[in-house]
């Protein structure tokens, strides 16, 4: 059963989120990323909603062709190069690997290869760049609004696509869950692992593809129109780029990991990863770049190293604390954490056929310090890329404040399913462990 509070959250996501993001791009287009000028500016009757619309760029057929191309790469990518990165980089796990079992007890095979089709993707670019030519690589930023109508095109056409899939050929009946509410079940998502053939998994494909390899691409070209508009590109854009990229390749370095996350195990694909990934992550994840074009930034030395360290000691918990967590379960406890044997809480639970399983939930490393302290660090390396903007306007701090609610809610989520899966054994672990982001205080 849906309860009124999710259908009304729902709801004002499903009508109000592409406004943000209109929002937040025409803001930076048409008042230099201004958030409040808008509001005023209508307020106060200076203009209309039409005039900011009638000036807001439309749809181009050269924007078509380059999103087009963009993601039939990226799909060609997926789908008919397989992976060669795991025969030559030592600790890289890619090539054809297991996720989790699906609720209908079903372990799909994914083809990892995303690290490959970044590397692709961005030699080709530089190669472009620097030597063929084809296009100025600050492509990307004159097309930025027509792109963002060919994202929502895509963002929709692939979330509908899914719903009416789900009711006439789904990829596995058994792992569709219907809840009757129309506006639920298309945010949501019906179908828990919808394909199409064997390889083309639409949640690993648009989770991972074509957002995150495009993200590494929108700050270079951001930085690229820097250098067009100003002669050079300051130490802020240079510090957006590492730091970004940093956590871009994280994420396609730990890609089979991402396997066993919350995105892949329990979400269905609907509009919120459908859409979400082909707009939100890609215009809202990207707003430091696109505000340091506007304004640049150009950081004191003890500044930058400031933000610098903030952002590479966040990555470090990010991936230290995901690492120790990896390790206790790979092992079953069997190992050494900061130098010593884990401390943990045996938890038992029961299956839907009744069966007993037991599991641990570690209590040592970062994870006796908080229930979600990998969560923490994420938290630390967003604020380091907002920090690179300075203080004159708000917008480049709503990927913290985003990122703090997106989190927080996670943890709850998180916890309210090891309630339920856990009971009592769940009371003793947090007894253990009491704070869930911030050692001492929450």
């Known amino acids: 059963e849906v309860d009124w509070f999710s259908l009304a959250s729902i709801l004002f996501l499903l009508m109000f989120a592409p406004l943000i993001v209109y929002y937040f791009i025409m803001s930076c287009d048409q008042y230099q990323c201004s958030l409040i000028d808008p509001l005023i500016d209508l307020l106060t009757g200076n203009k209309h909603l039409s005039d900011i619309w009638n000036k807001t760029p439309t749809l181009t057929y050269r924007a078509a062709g380059i999103y087009t191309l963009w993601v039939a790469f990226q799909v060609f990518l997926y789908v008919f190069i397989p992976d060669f990165c795991h025969k030559f980089l030592p600790g890289y796990v890619g090539g054809v690997q297991e996720g989790a079992v699906t609720p209908a007890g079903v372990v799909n095979?994914?083809?990892?290869?995303?690290?490959?089709?970044?590397?692709?993707?961005?030699?080709?670019?530089?190669?472009?760049?620097?030597?063929?030519?084809?296009?100025?690589?600050?492509?990307?930023?004159?097309?930025?609004?027509?792109?963002?109508?060919?994202?929502?095109?895509?963002?929709?056409?692939?979330?509908?696509?899914?719903?009416?899939?789900?009711?006439?050929?789904?990829t596995n009946a058994k792992d569709c869950k219907f809840t009757g509410n129309f506006f639920y079940d298309y945010m949501m998502g019906i179908e828990f692992n919808p394909r199409i053939g064997k390889w083309f998994d639409f949640k690993l494909f648009f989770n991972g593809r074509p957002g995150i390899v495009a993200w590494t691409l929108i700050n270079l070209s951001y930085a690229a129109k820097q250098q067009e508009l100003y002669g050079q590109v300051t130490n802020s854009m240079i510090l957006v780029n590492i730091l970004q990229g940093i956590y871009v390749l994280d994420f396609f370095w730990n890609e089979a990991w991402y396997l066993k996350t919350i995105?892949?195990?329990?979400?269905?694909?609907?509009?919120?990863?459908?859409?979400?990934?082909?707009?939100?992550?890609?215009?809202?994840?990207?707003?430091?770049?696109?505000?340091?074009?506007?304004?640049?930034?150009?950081?004191?030395?003890?500044?930058?190293?400031?933000?610098?360290?903030?952002?590479?000691?966040?990555?470090?918990?990010?991936?230290?604390?995901?690492?120790?967590?990896?390790?206790?379960?790979?092992?079953?406890?069997?190992?050494?954490?900061?130098?010593k044997k884990?401390?943990?809480?045996?938890?038992?639970?029961?299956?839907?056929?009744?069966?007993?399983?037991?599991?641990?939930?570690?209590?040592?490393?970062?994870?006796?310090?908080?229930?979600?302290?990998?969560?923490?660090?994420?938290?630390?390396?967003?604020?380091?890329?907002?920090?690179?903007?300075?203080?004159?306007?708000?917008?480049?701090?709503?990927y913290i404040v985003y990122m703090t609610i997106l989190l927080t809610h996670r943890c709850i989520r998180d916890e309210h399913r090891c309630f339920s899966k856990y009971g009592k054994d769940w009371k003793r672990y947090t007894a253990a462990v009491p704070y869930r982001l911030i050692p001492g205080i929450f």
């Open 109 to 170: 095979k994914y083809e990892i290869n995303g690290l490959q089709a970044w590397i692709i993707t961005h030699a080709l670019w530089f190669a472009n760049a620097y030597y063929f030519h084809w296009f100025s690589p600050t492509i990307i930023f004159d097309n930025w609004i027509p792109l963002l109508w060919c994202a929502n095109v895509l963002g929709y056409a692939v979330s509908t696509f899914a719903m009416i899939k789900s009711y006439f050929f789904p």
């Open 342 to 398: 884990p401390e943990y809480i045996e938890c038992s639970y029961m299956s839907v056929d009744g069966t007993k399983y037991y599991s641990k939930l570690m209590t040592s490393g970062f994870w006796g310090w908080a229930r979600h302290f990998n969560y923490t660090g994420d938290l630390m390396g967003s604020l380091a890329y907002c920090l690179t903007c300075g203080f004159e306007h708000i917008l480049p701090y709503f």
């Open 263 to 339: 995105d892949i195990c329990h979400d269905h694909f609907g509009w919120y990863l459908g859409w979400g990934d082909c707009v939100w992550l890609p215009y809202l994840y990207t707003l430091q770049g696109l505000y340091l074009v506007y304004h640049p930034v150009q950081l004191c030395t003890a500044n930058a190293t400031g933000i610098l360290m903030l952002g590479l000691i966040g990555y470090y918990i990010f991936r230290m604390t995901n690492h120790q967590k990896d390790l206790f379960r790979r092992t079953n406890g069997n190992c050494k954490i900061w130098g």
